[in-house]
T-cell receptor, first 113, second 113 residues
Framework: NAGVTQTPKFQVLKTGQSMTLQCAQDMNHEYMSWYRQDPGMGLRLIHYSVGAGITDQGEVPNGYNVSRSTTEDFPLRLLSAAPSQTSVYFC????????????FGSGTRLTVV | AQKITQTQPGMFVQEKEAVTLDCTYDTSDPSYGLFWYKQPSSGEMIFLIY??????QNATEGRYSLNFQKARKSANLVISASQLGDSAMYFC??????????FGTGTSLTVIP
């Protein structure tokens, strides 16, 4: 199994550009989430989904959109990139069981100039 | 309000010695889960260990154990017989009743030969 696959691994954007970070999982996990990791701030939840067709906002949703049309895919869209969105982005998925932790993708390092 | 607190930004341990990484949490939920993740320099997030709030015994996984003190709201990670490959960032996380995960800011562990 591939687990959680994120693309691209690296990306440089100009301020104002838009782009989509792709995330796919092949474990039939119901729950999927997007986090951003910034130095000294740990991981902060951007958006999450508890199943196909259901999404909700996390701690830092502004400037990002998500959709969940299938169980496997959970893309994250940056609407108009800003330097404050320079970060490492992680997609993660898990079963809804109480003891189930997240399986993470390998991350996307995004720089907005 | 901060849900997870890791007060040690950086820790050093001699190879083959044991080390404790601190984590305290804040929740009023009766049911919750506590997790530890390892992030090596390559960037991926690796699940290490899980403790449920109703578990009577401390969780153990190989050289990892979780020192769970419910009354003190602490969930410290103990790594026994440290190895050079244990050098990494370590994140404590909590799953709340709402099924959202909250991460701490991490502790950087360096194992000294």
């Amino acid at each position: 199994n591939a687990g959680v696959t994120q693309t691209p691994k690296f990306q440089v954007l100009k301020t104002g550009q838009s782009m989509t970070l792709q995330c796919a999982q092949d474990m039939n996990h119901e729950y999927m989430s997007w986090y951003r990791q910034d130095p000294g701030m740990g991981l902060r939840l951007i958006h999450y989904s508890v199943g196909a067709g259901i999404t909700d906002q996390g701690e830092v949703p502004n400037g990002y959109n998500v959709s969940r049309s299938t169980t496997e895919d959970f893309p994250l869209r940056l609407l108009s990139a800003a330097p404050s969105q320079t970060s490492v982005y992680f997609c993660a998925s898990r079963y809804p069981g109480t003891g189930d932790g997240y399986t993470f993708g390998s991350g996307t390092r995004l720089t907005v100039v | 309000a901060q849900k997870i607190t890791q007060t040690q930004p950086g820790m050093f341990v001699q190879e083959k010695e044991a080390v404790t990484l601190d984590c305290t949490y804040d929740t009023s939920d009766p049911s919750y889960g506590l997790f530890w993740y390892k992030q090596p320099s390559s960037g991926e997030m690796i699940f290490l260990i899980y403790q449920g709030s109703y578990d009577q015994q401390n969780a153990t996984e190989g050289r990892y154990s979780l020192n769970f003190q419910k009354a003190r709201k602490s969930a410290n990670l103990v790594i026994s017989a440290s190895q050079l490959g244990d050098s990494a960032m370590y994140f404590c996380a909590m799953r709340s009743t709402g099924n959202q995960f909250y991460f701490g800011t991490g502790t950087s562990l360096t194992v000294i030969p």
